[in-house]
């Protein structure tokens, strides 16, 4: 699995905006990206619209976090899973999902 984390990770730097973080997992299966603030990635989202049109999905990340008491969960995160995708459809939906980004972050659709 690292060297399909390590691929996503150097695809999302390579391709993503730079306004897009991420945290470089030490083990499991996904990679964390956070969006800039205000930009949401929820199922409702023009983000996820986007991906979708682009035949791009993801996991919002507020469906991994438990509700807490006077708390919101993050809107503006994504859970990317390497763990069951083949390299090259992977490197292909990471490029489809860093336009996303960028026509998102830019204005644009």
């Not at 905006?17 to 989202?45: C, F, H, Q, R």
């Not at 390497?82 to 996303?100: N, Q, S």
């Amino acid at each position: 699995y690292r060297a399909k984390r390590d691929v996503m990770l150097r695809v999302i730097r390579e391709e993503f905006p730079k306004a897009v973080s991420v945290i470089e997992p030490k083990g499991g299966l996904y990679v964390w990206a956070t969006l800039p603030e205000g930009v949401s990635s929820g199922p409702d989202s023009h983000f996820f619209r986007e991906a979708l049109r682009r035949h791009v999905l993801y996991v919002p990340g507020r469906y991994c976090y438990a509700q807490e008491k006077d708390r919101a969960k993050p809107d503006n995160q994504l859970r990317l899973c390497y763990g069951y995708i083949d390299e090259e459809p992977m490197v292909e939906g990471l490029k489809r999902l860093a336009a996303t980004a960028h026509a998102c972050l830019e204005g644009k659709s």
